[in-house]
């Protein structure tokens, strides 16, 4: 099924309609495909967020779609302000076997919980795949809506966030902030 909202062309092509916003996050960029949200990322700078995307999907012609995309890219926003929010537009999440595998674990982490790289490897059955989790983790394009943010390393300290660790330390923030609330 094809959303009316995008480009006819685009979508025929397999292609992918993207817009941004400013968030207290910095940057946000929503992509999406026929099926649904394939990308939200976070940055600086649309110039470099657009970059990103078409080195994501280097086959799929991108187009902006900015008013075609608001109720995801509000969506994502919201997202981004309160993390433990759940994202309702439909995700088309990729990746290989293993990294759903992985995903999957992520939204079992309640929101304002976290958990170590070495604690989703146990949950997924592979107690010894800490870099595989880790790789996992760093190849997720949908930022906030799988919730990479909330896996730490085993002694509690920040590491390795795709969007930055301020970012990361941000998101942790508000979930535990929310919790309490």
């Known amino acids: 099924m094809t959303d009316d909202r995008l480009s ?40 470099r967020l657009m970059r990103e995307l078409a080195a994501i999907f280097p086959d799929a012609p991108c187009e ?23 994202f309702e537009p439909p ?3 990729g990746g290989t076997p293993f990294q759903k595998k992985v ?5 079992e982490i309640p929101g304002g919980a976290t ?10 059955g592979a107690p010894s795949a800490l870099r595989a989790v880790a790789g996992a983790c760093a190849a997720n394009v949908l930022a906030i809506a799988i919730p ?19 970012r990361k330390r941000i998101l942790i923030e508000r979930e535990k902030a929310t919790t309490a609330t």
């Open 8 to 47: 006819e062309r685009s979508m025929a092509d397999g292609g992918i309609a993207f817009a941004s916003a400013q968030t207290s996050l910095g940057r946000v960029l929503v992509a999406r495909r026929a099926d649904g949200v394939c990308a939200i990322l976070l940055g600086d700078g649309d110039e």
């Open 64 to 86: 902006r779609r900015q008013d075609a995309l608001e109720p995801e890219l509000a969506a994502a926003a919201a997202l981004a302000e309160n993390p433990r929010a759940a």
């Open 91 to 93: 995700l088309s999440i």
């Open 103 to 107: 995903w999957a674990a992520l939204h």
């Open 115 to 124: 958990v170590s790289y070495a604690e989703i490897a146990r949950r997924i």
């Open 148 to 166: 990479c943010h909330r896996v730490l390393r085993s002694d509690g300290s920040l590491s390795g966030y795709r969007w930055g660790l301020e």
